[in-house]
């Protein structure tokens, strides 16, 4: 590869980067939740989502489970 073509890959590999960051989402961000007086703040409710979902994971660990004991049982016979 030449130097002239490398020069032109960059700088075309330039103009589509910044062509693709000018193209931003419309959509405007969002206000941050106020930091509540802990000192872990936004931290202290993320116990309570893992909380929340552990049932749902649960479940779908012994889905799972249950589709490989009947998968061994199957291929065992």
Known sequence: MTNKSRNCSVLSLALVASLLAACGSEQKPTEPSPVKDTAFGDMAGTVDKA???????????????????????????
């Not at 994971?57 to 016979?77: G, M």
């Open 51 to 77: 909380r929340a979902v552990e049932g749902q994971v649960q479940d779908s660990k012994a889905a799972i489970d249950r589709a490989l004991d009947q998968n061994e049982n199957s291929t065992a016979q």
